[in-house]
């Protein structure tokens, strides 16, 4: 097995396992929809009543007297950290209000930062009321919890709960500091047996509990992580199953529309055409009008010929729809746009991300597409020369596919004609070719753009949203 072939093979094996680890991909409504519950209707409700309970109990309350100095420190330091955090939240709580009124890209920064936060001040109170061993800890399953509801992205929301979990291992490990500097400021002033008197000495941890504890919430943030990808991947399966229904009942409307108009055209020309005939054996004399049958018959195939060519380019009843695997597809269109039996010398260089995206619509229309596009190229270069072509997944949830080749380029002029029917520069060429490559991507609400420079080749981009109803053109 050649480098290559055996960096394809593990790419596809990576692939393959790659979508345990990966969520769906969330819409924005549904990341809005969760905020506006989780964080709008439940967390600042939750911090209203908190908050100036804590400001009574750190300021007011007579909770923390008699403190040494080393935990006097740490309970200034956790005052003058908890009024920064009273700021942040009061700010953060107005942004979360009227979230209407913000982008949900400064949304989603305004909750991640205040997740960690709230983790971070949590993690003070901990220090504060036994480490290790406080109630609070419980609180922690509670920022889990909601973290997953929030956030879908993996790789945020397993850093984010790690660093709530390591939070409280930090706050715990603090406070065994604090009592280790109690120690030897009560030796420091003479009392050498307090460890006698008290029977344990401070700062001692009994390790079974603390790391049952930590691996508690480190399970709790896989198993958060879990149900938060099993509900998303059940949500995107119903919409799909919609989507699914959708484009199903659309083409068969559109084909009944395109069958119904090619058969109300047919037959008018096919009466034409027969009296036409008629009209020619009838007629012995008059040579100009039988030279003017001639033309009539000779446009009427003309106008036929048109039609069963349309009827091609707008079948859309035959067919299913089904998931599209987009790499697939481009492997396929390669190999039948250059076979190997015919030794073009043509160089293709394929790019695809790993984890596409899956298409809802028909494979036909798609290997069109490509297939008009890769042969575009291939009689452009004459059968030498270079093809790349890539696919990835963009940020909206859609597949970016691009075809570059190294052939003469177009001209600037006849680029805004390209994707017009019957518009072609060659000599038997029907000119039918990129309109199908626009029809067959608008269908499916994307986009295809071209650039090209004369001399420097030219390059094809289509974006196919993943999940789109079919658009029928008007």
């Not at 109170?125 to 909601?146: E, K, N, Q």
């Not at 010398?345 to 790993?354: G, P």
Request: hydrophobic share 45%.
């Amino acid at each position: 097995m050649s480098p290559s072939e055996a960096w394809s093979a593990a790419r596809q094996s990576i692939a393959r396992w790659q979508w345990l680890a990966d969520s769906p991909p969330q819409d924005e409504t549904v990341f809005l929809r969760r905020v506006r519950f989780v964080e709008r209707e439940v967390v600042l409700p939750v911090k209203a009543f908190a908050l100036p309970l804590l400001i009574y109990y750190l300021f007011y309350a007579h909770w923390f007297e008699n403190l040494t100095v080393p935990r006097e420190d740490a309970l200034n330091g956790l005052r003058n950290f908890f009024l920064a955090y009273l700021a942040l939240s009061v700010g953060a709580g107005i942004m979360v209000w009227g979230m209407d009124e913000i982008s949900p890209a400064l949304l989603k920064r305004v909750v991640y930062c205040t997740a960690i936060v709230d983790g971070a001040v949590l993690s003070g109170l901990t220090l504060m009321t036994g480490g290790f061993d406080s109630i609070l800890y419980y609180a922690f399953f509670g920022l889990v919890i909601r973290n997953a509801a929030i956030i879908a992205h993996a790789e945020v929301q397993i850093v984010v709960n790690l660093s709530i979990s390591a939070c409280y291992v930090v706050a715990g490990w603090l406070e065994v500091k604090l009592d280790q500097l109690e120690l030897e400021v009560v030796r420091s002033v003479g009392r050498g047996d307090i460890g006698g008197e008290m029977g344990e000495l401070p700062g001692a941890i009994h390790a079974e509990p603390v790391v049952l504890r930590v691996l508690v919430l480190l399970l709790l943030t896989i198993c958060c992580y879990g149900i938060q990808m099993l509900v998303d991947r059940q949500r995107l399966q119903e919409e799909e199953a919609r989507d699914f229904a959708a484009k199903q009942q659309q083409l068969a409307a559109a084909g009944r529309i395109a069958a119904e108009i090619a058969h109300q055209l047919k037959n008018p020309l096919g009466i034409i055409n027969n009296a036409a005939y008629t009209l020619h054996k009838s007629v012995r004399e008059g040579k100009t009008i039988t030279q003017q049958i001639a033309i009539i018959r000779e446009e009427v195939e003309k106008s036929d010929r048109i039609i069963t060519e349309l009827m091609g380019y707008a079948k859309l009843a035959e067919g299913k729809v089904e998931r599209v695997n987009i790499a697939n597809e481009l492997d396929r269109a390669i190999t039948q746009a250059l076979p190997d039996a015919a030794k073009f010398d043509i160089r293709v260089h394929r790019d695809y991300a790993l984890a596409l995206p899956a298409l809802l619509g028909q494979s036909g229309h798609f290997a069109e597409v490509f297939i008009n596009l890769l042969t575009n190229a291939r009689e452009a270069m004459e059968g030498h020369g270079e093809i790349f072509v890539s696919a990835r997944a963009e940020p909206d949830f859609s597949v970016l596919v691009v075809l570059r080749d190294t052939g003469p380029g177009i001209p600037a002029e006849l680029i805004p004609n390209l994707f017009e029917p019957y518009f072609t520069t060659k000599e038997k060429g029907t000119g039918l070719g990129l309109a199908i490559v626009k029809h067959n991507t608008e269908l499916y609400g994307g986009t295809v753009s071209v650039e090209s420079e004369i001399g420097k080749g030219t390059v094809f981009t289509i974006k196919l949203p993943a999940r789109a109803l079919m658009r029928l053109r008007k």
